[in-house]
Each structure stands twice: as C-alpha cells, then as structure tokens.
C-alpha cells in the first residue's frame, strides 16, 4: 500500500549539473531516506553513517536524537543502516532532522540580489565533529510499521509535498543520470577520500543555497559558484 502525500503547491525547480557541499556547488551529500511506501501508521525510523569510534557515534546519535523517540538497543533500531537515532511519526519531522544535522549553516539567497556572494562554506555535520569527533557520511530515513518492522517509503515525485512549511529547500532535479559532486573550498574539509560523491535523478535533490570562490590571475578575477545540496540516493 503506498503512502499518500497532500498535494502541495511545487516549488522553483533548478536544473544543473551537480554539487555538493562537497559538491560542485557546495554540497553534502547528505542524504535522505529510503525509497519506499506503505501507510504510515508506524512512522519513520531515523539513523546515521558516522565515521569515528563505536562510543563517540553511540554519543552523536543520542545528541542527534533531540526530543525524538529514542532508538534502545534490541529494538528494530539493530537492522537500520548506520548508528540508530530516533523515531518520528511524521516524514516532515523526519526532513526538518535531516536539515538540522546536515551542516552547521544555510546560506540561502543574498538578501541584495548580488551576483556575486562569497562566504563560509557551512560544514556537513553540523556540530558533530567539533563536539563528538564524527565525520557525517549520511542521514537516512527508513519506513517504519506499527509492529516496529520496516517498510518501503514511496518518495512522491513532487518533493515539495515532504518538505516542512518552513524550510526553505529549494527541490530541483538532474539533466544527466548522475553527476559528480565535490567538497566547495572551505577551512574545514573532510578527508580527501571523503571528498567528492554521485547525485543521482532517480533520487531527490534540494538547493539550499550558493557561495562563490573566487581567484586572481593575470589581473582578471575568475568565480566558481558552488551551490549547498541536499541529495537523497535510495535509503540515504
């Protein structure tokens, strides 16, 4: 049985070819969910891919878990991918966590319509590293049943109609099958293997907003503008 979605009006969708906060644009992959669906009495399991020791991403995830319904150990919890974090009833709930613990800023538009805007590239993770020494590799968001099981999400096609009323993503869609994204200049970057990753049309996408680099190079000034993603790639 599949989940139904109210419809909702769509919003502004970008075509473009990829980013990340690590990603062409900035981007994190951070992702979202599981592909799926069947109604939603049992609400939505919500987990973590975390680098870092067994005790440092059992204390994340208990952080992580806020005012959510936490995930003890024998539940369900044990067979969802990444460290156990929390239970919402909601899918709204579930993407409002997903934009809380994606990066430690949102860039947003420039108020002045400028062309031009540089800025700090917001870390993925949030505060997670600086406070539990843990990398972020994904957010995922697994259907959950009454009896505590598992079940397929049916993601809607219109991804406006998940999104809470007041976080301003903005959803949009690839041209190509996938495309590369990298980690945008920034002080703070994850590991180089860490660096960079895929955005794929099958699953959704979210522009957050956008930052430029820009360099000097024979007295002319040449920009990059990286955009913030959040990407959904099946459960992540």
Known sequence: ??????????RPAWAWPRALLWG??????????KTSSAAPPGGYWLSAELEGSAGQQVQAAAEMSGDAERIFEGDAGAALPGQPVARVADVREALAWVAHWAF???????EDGAS????????????????????L??????????SDGLRDIAWPVDQAQVLPPDLPWRPAALIPD?????????????????????????????????????SESEGRRRCLRWLQIVARDGDR
């Open 104 to 110: 430690d800023g949102f860039l947003g538009e420039p």
């Open 137 to 146: 590799r994904a957010l995922v968001v697994t259907g959950a049943t009454e």
């Open 116 to 135: 031009l805007r540089e800025a700090v590239a917001p870390h993925v993770g949030g505060s997670l590293p600086e406070r539990f020494g843990v990398e």
């Open 178 to 214: 996938q495309a590369p994204i990298f980690a945008a200049p920034s002080p703070t970057l994850p590991r180089a293997a860490e660096r960079h990753g895929l955005a794929h049309r099958s699953g959704g996408l979210f522009i957050l907003g956008r930052v430029d680099r820009c």
């Open 1 to 10: 049985m599949s989940e139904a979605f109210p419809s909702r009006a769509r």
């Open 24 to 33: 062409l644009g900035l981007v994190l992959v951070a992702l979202v969910g």
